[in-house]
């Protein structure tokens, strides 16, 4: 039986859908699991997605994507949209590329956390020397603009073990932010996870 062949369209970009993002429908089941925006401004907002296949119309439903720059993803809660999906590392999982620095922003509505578990983690280097390629996660952000420098940082992670990785990670207010950086030299597949927006 072949596959199903998925296409996207935005009808706000009327773009074609990047290797950023996995789209999940409310029962769970992954549609796309690769969303394309191609922008000619730093910023986009994809907020309804429609998802076809073969034989007719699957899904239309509202998320709301800002894509900064290469790697930089958002995902704001708001007001009919899912609340909650999946996020990885750009190629995931693939091995990721040299020399990134990459942002993720989860920003919920004022009434609201942000839940993240990490379900792959495979980020070169190791355990509680994270020099190389790592992932810092800060869940103490009261504005998602704020400088990243005046922010506690919850934890420095990398290497091959979800062990090392805190089962759940919740947010004090309502917004998660995760940093993604590698170095020059050698890469890993990279990481996974689920995001959930909660009520506070």
Do not use: W
Request: proline content about 5%; overall charge negative; glycine content about 6%.
């Amino acid at each position: 039986m072949p596959a199903k062949r998925y296409s996207v369209i935005s009808r706000r970009n009327s773009s074609l859908l990047t290797p950023l993002h996995r789209y999940t429908s409310p029962d769970g089941e992954v549609l796309v699991d690769t969303i394309e925006v191609f922008v000619d401004t730093g910023e986009v907002l994809v907020d309804t997605i429609e998802v076809f296949v073969d034989t007719g119309e699957v899904l239309v439903d509202t998320i709301e994507v800002f894509v900064d720059t290469d790697c930089d993803v958002t995902i704001r809660s708001s007001e009919g949209a899912p609340k909650s999906g999946r996020f990885s590392s750009p190629n995931f999982p693939r091995p990721y590329d040299n020399n990134m620095r990459c942002i993720y922003r989860f920003i919920g509505q004022a009434n609201e956390k942000v839940q993240i578990n990490f379900t792959r983690f495979e980020v070169k280097g190791v355990h509680q020397r994270c020099h190389d390629d790592y992932v810092d996660v800060y869940t103490q952000v009261h504005n998602p603009d704020e400088n990243l420098l005046d922010v506690p940082l919850h934890g420095r992670y990398c290497g091959n073990d979800l062990e090392n990785l805190p089962h759940l990670l919740i947010s004090m207010y309502h917004v998660i932010i995760i940093g993604f950086y590698t170095d020059q030299d050698g890469q890993e597949a990279g990481f996974s996870g689920t995001y959930e927006f909660i009520d506070a």
